[in-house]
């Protein structure tokens, strides 16, 4: 073979030795068939935390005051006020600093039902009686408050439920341990002897403040 063609030769077998190399380098990898491949996914839910609060219920929305232990001067209606529940779930970090709540009552007149003179709210009164208190010993009922027809037992306190009287309090909101705490209270009209005769309706507004 002569010079020419030979060279000829291995210039072909170069160039196809190149071309075969590209196509080795730039050729795809094949997954085989039926192959899976698996992905974890994680998520971290925290739970919702809904704030405390403070509220107040009330067992019942009247009572009926029944005539016991009158006399010849005074007549006497006792009744029991429903049970009052002060709700609190704060933890510590959501009370105010230096905050102390409250339940305070205060009633209307009784108006009669056919127009007999209404008895004043200073005819009745209340004798608060704690329930349920918790363990701390930092929730207390209020003091007696008497009516105008009685002594008083204390300074300022034969008043009746005129103004704003105590039912139940605590002095230190954050140190209370959160839960629910119940008072209730003895309630007394006491009346001139002769008080006209009929149905009387007078409306005990109890307010929580804080």
């Known amino acids: 073979m002569d010079t020419g063609k030979r060279r000829q030769l291995l210039a072909a077998g170069a160039a196809v030795g190149l071309l075969a ?45 029944s005539e016991d232990g009158s ?21 510590p970090d959501e009370v105010p600093e230096g905050a102390a ?10 108006v009669g039902d056919a127009e007999q003179a209404p008895i004043g709210a200073g005819h009745l009164g209340w004798k608060p009686k704690l329930i349920d208190g918790g363990d701390t010993g930092l929730v207390s009922e ?17 008043v009746g439920l005129v103004d704003q009287e105590l039912l139940v309090s605590t002095f ?6 959160p839960g629910e705490y119940t008072v209730d209270a003895d ?11 009929g149905a009387y309706t007078s409306t005990l507004t109890l307010s929580l403040f804080e």
């Open 71 to 91: 006399t010849l001067l005074v007549r006497q209606f006792t009744g029991t006020l429903p049970t009052v529940t002060v709700t609190d779930t704060r933890t």
């Open 172 to 177: 230190d909101s954050g140190a209370v341990t």
């Open 142 to 158: 209020g003091e007696e408050v008497v009516t105008v027809l009685d002594e008083p037992t204390q300074p300022g306190n034969n």
């Open 21 to 65: 190399g590209a196509v080795a380098v730039g050729s795809p990898a094949f997954a085989e068939p039926g192959d899976e491949a698996g992905v974890e996914v994680t998520v971290e839910i925290e739970e919702i935390r809904e704030p405390g609060v403070l509220a107040m219920s009330v067992a019942a929305d009247s009572v009926m005051l």
């Open 187 to 197: 309630l007394f009209l006491r009346t001139p002897a002769d008080v006209e005769a």
């Open 101 to 110: 709540w409250a339940v305070l009552g205060s009633a209307t007149d009784f």
